[in-house]
């Protein structure tokens, strides 16, 4: 029902091929694609409008129009951008040297406060700390029993006062509580509220003043809609929460709230709430956060998919065979193979940060490589394997054998020969990363000019 | 006497009134500021319907037609872009006539029995409360099971509100198959001659297939005893709910086979809740009730009629 981005873009595409030309239009229709996917996830329309911007420029910048494979270099930038949003850093609860460090959580009705309560207790607790709960939830039907049930349910103590209703009172007695027990953590738990209700935003706001908490967590669910952003905004202004908690990620939502929140409060999202059991509590990841709104996990294999064309593990091979001096016409070949396997080098290269912009004014010809590949196979095993054995027989032999000019059989010879040298060169590199491998090809093309 | 009659119309105004606020106040301003249909209006009148929840596709359907009669009907001024703007996005209701305008209609069996069913912590027990009490009021005898045996002090909380409402309850300490209080329930009822039965369920998501099962089992037990039960199927759905909503009510659909109605609440909050009309459109399942707060008689019966009317009321 909810139809994946890559399906919905390699649609797209190949209108994009049909029509043979890719225009500013083809990708604003692509980008439009996108739009649709981000509100079918909930991210708010804002937050989407504004990141459609930032990726058209981008896309722009990285000359996608000049690309043969646009709708994967955009998938790249759309997915780049996303977990950048996102957040990379991933911060944890802070605490102080205070006993007790006060945990305040804050939410709608029925977000999942009392249970996340309930996990996070336990899990500060398996990272050592000694928590204790506060019931503070003095208006929902048996809040407090619930709190007290779940916190048998784990083995940690429940601060209680079902005669109190004053939320304030009943959390100062718990940090005397705290304080008189050895209890180094409080997490206090609240009552649901709407954003609009200034009397119980006001009593929150309260809590906080009395309490001054180490740590104030936002909890929201993660099917929440458009509205996830007005809400957290309304307790953000309120209350400035350092974090954000999201529930129910269980579910098969696709999350775009936890993208429209951070994008409009900036507050990292610390945690995910998984299932009901009371070890389901996640350290929440932004990059998977990215994928599952554009799709699941359709998009990361689509991107991988795009990335691996470029056979790391060959390209691996190659470089330990330079190192070892061994490259010869059979890994020649093997490479060439390699790079049109990729289907065309500049929308590769264009994915490379920089390599676009190399690349603008070269137009990149397979005829140029089908040449090479022809002089090659027209030489012996043994030429192949020992490259030093070509003299000028065997270079005559092989022109005549493959169609070509013997100028033209040298010039692929010394190609080759620059290849080498080449190689050499980037093997003493001690860069391994991906961006290093894949820059490979951007210096051959300037070999083959 | 009509339900709304009981509670006072100005209630339900009232509760919407936020939600005027966001949609229809700015479709007004939108129309005073321009008041030309062209594309920058459009893709504002967009942005509005998005940001209710609407979705992509209910958007630009409304979109579409709105474009099209706007060059048939050559409309004028901002009344009468405001009622076709409120016709078409009534047409896409699904519209049933509900007995439940009153809550003293004429049960075509006793015990009349309601499950209610939804995702965690969307207010259905709130909701089951809040109904009881309506039942109450009008003269019926109410008994509601506590199929919820998984959540803490689910009990406890059922039982409050069955305190509230001045109903029976049947709740299980020992068991903690929610199937088998279900089934004692509408027993305890037959052999009492209740009128209404009802259910409340633990909270649950939709993908989680054991949890769908205990569902299906639940409904199984309940129809040994009353092969036409349930009556009634209602799922709830909080009205913050984004267009995850569309898969909740499929899911549940179809472990039940079938639902007959939506109750949406938290509609007093700024949330839009347009997320039904997808569902309306999708499956043709009306929404039966609101909730618009948390105390017992901030329920009201949905009709589409006057809940659009009080959308784009000024
Ligand atoms: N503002 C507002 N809050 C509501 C409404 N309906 C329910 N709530 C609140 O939402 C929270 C969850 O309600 P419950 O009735 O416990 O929800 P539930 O679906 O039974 O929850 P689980 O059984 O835990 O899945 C409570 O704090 C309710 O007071 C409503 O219409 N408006
Ligand atoms: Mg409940």
Redesign the pocket.
């Known amino acids: 029902m909810l139809d994946d981005l890559t399906n919905k873009l390699e649609t797209v595409l190949k209108k994009i091929r049909g029509q043979g030309k890719i225009t500013d239009t083809n990708i604003d229709e692509s980008l439009r694609e996108i739009r649709r996917v981000l509100f079918d996830a909930d991210v708010n329309y804002k937050v989407v409008t504004k990141f459609i911007n930032d990726v058209k420029e981008k896309s722009i910048g990285l000359n996608v129009l000049n690309s043969i494979t646009p709708g994967q270099l955009i998938v790249k930038v759309i997915n780049d951008e996303l977990i950048k949003l996102m957040g990379a850093e991933r911060s944890g609860i802070k605490f102080s040297d205070r006993i007790p460090s006060v945990i305040l959580m804050v939410g709608?009705?029925?977000s999942g406060k009392t249970t996340f309560s309930a996990k996070l207790a336990k899990h500060l607790k398996s990272k050592g700390r000694n928590p204790l709960l506060a019931a503070c939830?003095v208006?929902?039907?048996a809040?407090i029993e619930q709190l007290r049930i779940l916190g048998k349910q784990i083995s940690i103590p429940v601060y209680t006062d079902d005669n109190e209703k004053n939320p304030v009172k009943i959390s100062n007695a718990a940090i005397q509580y705290a304080r008189e027990n050895a209890r180094d953590t409080l997490i206090v738990d609240t009552?649901?509220?709407?954003a609009i209700?200034e009397e119980m935003m006001n009593e929150v706001a309260a809590l906080k003043k009395s309490l001054n908490p180490e740590e104030i967590l936002f909890v929201v669910d993660a099917m929440t809609g458009q509205d996830a952003v007005n809400t957290a905004k309304a307790f953000h202004d309120k209350l400035d929460f350092d974090g954000v908690v999201l529930t129910k990620l269980d579910g098969d939502t696709r999350g775009g709230a936890a993208l429209s929140i951070k994008a409009v409060v900036n507050v990292p999202i610390k945690f995910s709430g998984i299932g009901e059991k009371l070890d389901a509590i996640e350290e929440f990841h932004p990059d998977r956060m990215a994928s599952r709104i554009l799709g699941k996990g359709d998009i990361v294999s689509f991107v991988e998919k795009a990335q691996n064309e470029f056979d790391l593990s060959e390209s691996g091979k190659l470089e330990e065979k330079l190192r070892k001096n061994k490259f010869d016409y059979n890994d020649f070949l093997a490479y060439l193979a390699q790079i049109k396997k990729m289907g065309s080098l500049s929308g590769l290269l264009s994915m490379i940060p920089g390599a676009g912009k190399m690349l603008k004014n070269q137009e990149v010809d397979d005829k140029v490589l089908v040449k090479i590949e022809s002089v090659i196979q027209s030489m012996t095993k043994k030429e192949r394997e020992n490259p030093n054995l070509l003299n000028g027989t065997r270079r005559r032999r092989i022109a005549d054998g493959s169609g070509n000019s013997i100028q033209q059989v040298n010039r692929v010879i010394k190609q080759f020969e620059d290849m080498q040298k080449m190689m050499r060169q980037f093997s003493k590199d001690k860069g391994r990363g991906i961006m290093k491998k894949m820059k490979l090809p951007a210096n051959f093309m300037n070999q083959l000019k | 006497m009509s339900f709304l009659d009981k509670i006072g119309f100005g209630k339900l105004k009232e509760g919407l009134n936020k939600t005027k606020d966001n949609l229809i106040g700015k479709v007004n301003r939108l129309v005073n500021a321009r008041g030309v249909i062209d594309d920058e209006f459009l893709e504002e009148l967009e942005e509005i319907f998005i940001s209710s929840d609407l979705g992509m596709d209910t958007a630009e359907l409304l979109i579409t037609r709105i474009k099209e009669r706007a060059v048939t009907d050559k409309y004028i001024d901002q009344k009468e872009l405001n009622e076709l703007i409120n016709s078409e996005i009534r047409k896409v209701f699904y519209e049933t006539t509900s007995e439940f305008k009153s809550f003293d209609f004429g049960l075509k069996q006793t015990p009349f029995v309601i499950i209610v069913v939804?995702?965690?912590?969307?207010?259905?027990?709130?909701?089951?409360?809040?109904l009881a009490n309506n039942f109450k009021k009008a003269g019926k005898s109410v008994l509601i099971g506590s199929a919820?045996t998984f959540?803490a002090a689910?009990n406890d909380?059922l039982d409050i509100?069955a305190k509230r409402a001045d109903v029976e309850i049947i709740q299980s300490k020992s068991t903690s198959d929610p199937a088998s209080v279900a089934f004692d329930t509408v027993n305890s009822a037959v052999s009492k001659g209740t009128d209404v039965v009802i259910i409340?369920?633990?909270?649950?998501l939709h993908n989680k297939s054991h949890l769908m099962e205990e569902l299906k089992k639940i409904k199984r037990v309940i129809q040994k005893v009353i092969p036409e039960a349930p009556h009634e199927t209602f799922i709830?759905i909080?009205?913050t709910t984004g267009q995850n909503g569309l898969n909740q009510a499929l899911e549940f659909s179809k472990a039940l086979d079938g639902l007959t109605g939506i109750i949406l609440?938290?509609?007093?909050?700024t949330a839009k809740g347009g997320i039904v009309l997808k569902i309306n459109k999708e499956m043709k399942l009306p929404v039966r009730f609101?909730?618009?707060?948390?105390q017992i008689d901030?329920?009201q019966v949905f009709d589409s009629k006057s809940f659009t009317e009080a959308l784009f009321e000024k």
């Open positions: 709608l009705q029925g939830d208006y929902r039907p809040a009552a649901g509220r709407l209700d | 939804g995702v965690n912590g969307v207010g259905k027990t709130t909701s089951i409360g809040k919820d959540r689910a909380q509100w409340d369920t633990a909270g649950r709830v909080d009205a609440t938290k509609l007093d909050g609101i909730g618009v707060g948390e901030d329920l």
